[in-house]
């Protein structure tokens, strides 16, 4: 080791660099959703600004010592292997600026990584570093814990303490997203992430501490376990068993405890944490799943993005598709069995995965190597380590270990906060194992002879620094005008909003999210003029805006899919195009099959378009149920419709007589017959293949009693419904078990939100005005007419300071049917041999339409 006072620059301003790290680094770890706050305008320009203070910092450092401290036991070629890498996969890349805007990134931390290791050259520093991430670990879960109680669960009690009032009891379900503890990092995996690198280290400062501060970090652990239960995370809990099994081992190979008092002690953490994840429900359930061999919901969710990613490696197996490429090529790569689930996501929900997919063999081998390093030198240096060291080095391997774990279902690298407590953490076993090795002869002769090249590596990268300069300027410049252009559409100043995303465009022009933003604003608002010529000119403008964005980003759905049905009426060849493309991306897509449907109507080729609208319904059998189909423009074919639907599921049903999907079929067009009224076919279907409510459906509409019926009936938000018929109304909506209190139950208990007061008063008038309960549930039930909103667009586009679009693509649902009895028309967003069942009549209609 060498002295502290040669060890790097101490001037001013390396210690306003350090501090403005440093407070950054704090900033985006406790700041309330600061995930998303990172792509979003000024906040990205601060973690950037971070970034450039980790190059100038070890810029410093070169021009002050002609050298830089290396890691040491080999960790400096996974560092070298990286960065080669990192360079293959951004020339290589589709869509190139994306990969250097996140390469950039990845390279600021290597410098960060040797900027630390530089600096820590002393068991003090090390341990007061550590004692600041401690303490800043204490602050995130209190924190965490406290946004969750006042602004989750607190909000979420008082809201089922309400249902009470209607005679509804439900329970904290932490199987809704929303209710998991999301705070401060914006999803509860990034905080089970967190979590699990900061209980070891707040186990080994509780063991180190002597003081009476012992009790600061001992409640540090406990708090620490309780957060990372309410995050609810499943490789949270995946990390917390890997962790457990670790601590079980070291103590047994380390402590002087008696064996027999840790044998007890370990049984009883294990009975403890398997007590605790068999009460929590969402844990239980997927157990359940597992066990009974269900592969739906989420487990669907990352079977689809490991496919994904697999094969987005294995095509690019030596450069990858390049860093932040993910998102733009995720729908080119998705696999045709995924349905309706996980249609888009920014990232792969596995890190081994994610880096397989964007970097290649480049992000597989120099990870592999770290593990194998670093495991290696664990064994071969803790034992002579004074007590400190040894006690951090097991305590912050055990953290890397326990957070490897919960890396395998989930990616994190993208977070500031996460990634950073990486870096100070593989730095800190840097130094640590490089204090146990001795140094190499003449190492002060060799430090000397390549003094030189430490003035070549900063002058290589003063270059490297302003040529991403002069490349970031406009990115934020562009940022800066799309954040402005976005608060003058909020005050209705179109024309500065228009200029702004325009020069947006102009300066970013690889970015889709500017063109997709003025595309379907300018379109929107052409829908709400009640001038003619300016909608025309808005929507013209729109459709351009789309164009562009298609160009810019063409394997997005999105796109196609809005581009097709604004240019419909007008435009129906070029509407086949757009609807062509957004399903060759996502061929279950509700409503793609439709638009593509009447795009081929309106150029007479009726039989085609009736073969597009029964694969929409063959896909989504709820849409037949939709009152879209009174409209003048589709009731002609409605009939068509149907019988080339059912013939497409006899041919099937005979194709698939040996396949589980046999069940399926049947039970589909059982639900196609009662739709139409004709229950004695839909009895040869229903009464082998259909639900316990199917069944008894068509007992009632054969004219058994409803009460028969109800008897029969397992509890449901349906069954509710059923009853509330047969409740004559009361005079007081609200009195308990009348008409209107088992309406909104039923309401509670499906969608676990209140039902709305205008729409509760249109079910109990629909009932009345009905003669019979078949009649108010196809033609008398209320009618809701939406458009599908993409929640998550900003967060996928990596960008958030605009609103979020919704398809123009017209959604009539009947709300009873869609609510509560969803199950007489069958429509899976998941499975997967449904739709390879469906592929090939979706090729060979769009064989034949390019004919």
Request: aromatic fraction near 12%.
């Amino acid at each position: 080791m060498y002295s502290t006072s040669k060890s790097e620059p101490n001037t001013s301003e390396t210690r306003l660099l350090k501090g403005v790290i440093f407070a950054l680094y704090v900033f985006f770890t406790l700041i309330p959703d600061s995930n998303t706050l990172m792509v979003q305008w000024p906040w990205v320009f601060f973690w950037q600004t971070g970034l450039l203070c980790l190059v100038f910092w070890l810029l410093a450092i070169l021009w002050s010592q002609r050298k830089i401290q290396a890691l040491g036991n080999g960790l400096d070629w996974v560092v070298g292997l990286t960065l080669i890498g990192l360079i293959i996969s951004t020339l290589f890349a589709q869509f190139p600026n994306q990969a250097r805007w996140y390469a950039w990134a990845a390279l600021c931390m290597l410098a960060a990584l040797y900027c630390l290791n530089h600096w820590l050259c002393t068991p003090k520093r090390r341990y007061q570093l550590l004692v600041k991430q401690g303490y800043l670990n204490i602050a995130f879960i209190i924190v965490s814990l406290t946004l969750w109680t006042t602004q989750t669960l607190l909000p979420q009690l008082a809201r089922l303490n309400t249902f009470k009032q209607y005679g509804v009891n439900l329970s904290f379900d932490f199987s809704v997203l929303e209710l998991r503890n999301w705070a401060p990092l914006g999803h509860q995996n990034y905080v089970a992430g967190y979590l699990l690198l900061a209980i070891p280290l707040l186990v080994s400062l509780s063991i180190l501490e002597t003081s009476k501060k012992r009790w600061l970090w001992f409640s540090g652990v406990g708090l620490g376990l309780l957060d990372l239960y309410t995050t609810s995370s499943k490789g949270g809990w995946l990390g917390l068993a890997a962790l457990f099994v670790f601590a079980v081992v070291v103590l047994l190979l380390k402590s002087n405890l008696p064996r027999l008092w840790l044998g007890i002690g370990s049984f009883i953490a294990f009975i403890i944490i398997l007590l605790l994840a068999l009460t929590n429900n969402r844990l239980l359930l997927l157990i359940k799943q597992v066990i009974s061999g269900q592969t739906g919901g989420e487990l669907a969710y990352r079977l689809i993005n490991t496919d994904l990613g697999w094969r987005m490696g294995i095509e690019h197996p030596f450069s990858g598709i390049g860093l932040g490429n993910v998102p733009l090529l995720y729908q080119k790569y998705r696999p045709i069995w995924a349905g309706r689930e996980s249609e888009l996501a920014y990232q792969l929900h596995s890190t081994p995965v994610q880096l397989w997919a964007e970097l290649g063999i480049w992000g597989i081998f120099p990870l592999l190597e770290a593990v194998i390093l670093l495991t290696y030198a664990l064994f071969r240096y803790a034992t002579p380590l004074e007590k400190t060291d040894q006690i951090f080095i097991w305590g912050l391997s055990g953290a890397l270990l326990g957070y490897g774990m919960m890396s395998l279902t989930d990616y994190q690298l993208d977070n500031i906060s996460i990634s950073a407590t990486l870096v100070i953490y593989i730095a800190c076993l840097a130094s640590i194992y490089r204090s146990c090795s001795p140094l190499p002869v003449g190492e002060k002769a060799a430090i000397k002879d390549i003094s030189r090249y430490g003035l070549m590596q900063f002058y290589g990268i003063i270059g490297i620094v302003l040529a991403v300069i002069i490349w970031l300027i406009p990115i934020h410049r562009a940022w800066q005008l799309s954040s402005q252009g976005f608060m003058a559409l909020s005050e209705k100043k179109v024309n500065l909003f228009v200029n702004s995303l325009t020069q947006a465009h102009q300066l970013a022009a690889w970015e889709p999210y500017y063109p997709y933003q003025l595309g379907w604003n300018l379109s929107n608002l052409a829908f709400q003029t009640q001038n003619p010529q300016q909608q025309q000119q808005l929507l013209s403008e729109g459709i351009g805006w789309f164009e562009k964005a298609n160009q810019v980003s063409p394997y997005q759905e999105f796109g196609y899919n809005n581009l097709g049905w604004l240019i419909l009426n007008n435009f129906p060849a070029q509407a086949t195009e757009a609807f062509t493309q957004a399903i060759k991306l996502v061929p279950a897509k509700p409503g793609l099959m439709y638009g593509l449907g009447l795009s081929l109507l309106a150029q007479n080729k009726t039989d085609l378009a009736i073969e597009a609208i029964a694969l929409e319904g063959l896909r989504n059998l709820l849409f037949i149920s939709s009152p879209i189909w009174r409209a003048a423009q589709t009731q002609p074919i409605y009939h068509q419709v149907i019988e080339r639907m059912l013939t497409h599921y006899t041919e099937l049903i005979k194709q698939y007589s040996e396949s589980p999907l046999k069940t399926y079929l049947h039970s589909a067009r059982g639900g196609l017959w009662w739709w139409q009224g004709k229950l004695k076919e839909a009895h040869q279907d229903l009464d082998t293949y259909g639900s316990p409510l199917s069944q008894n459906f068509l007992k009632l509409l054969e004219g058994k009693s409803p009460q028969s019926v109800l008897s029969e009936l397992p509890s449901s938000p349906a069954s509710l419904i059923l009853k509330a018929w047969i409740t004559p109304q009361q005079p007081f909506a609200t009195s308990q078990g009348g008409r209107a209190n088992l309406i909104e139950q039923a309401w509670i208990e499906e969608r676990q939100e209140e039902l709305p007061s205008a729409l509760k008063q249109e079910f109990l008038n629909s009932m009345e005005q009905s003669k019979s309960f078949e009649q108010w549930l196809k033609q008398k039930a209320p009618v809701l007419q939406s458009r599908f909103e993409r929640l998550g667009f900003g967060v996928l586009s990596r960008h958030i300071d605009g609103p979020i679009p919704s398809d123009f693509f017209p959604v009539v649902e009947n709300v009873a049917i869609t609510t509560w009895f969803s199950e007489l028309l069958p429509t899976p967003i998941y499975y997967p041999e449904l739709d390879l069942a469906l592929q090939p009549l979706r090729d060979n209609l769009l064989q034949q339409i390019q004919k």
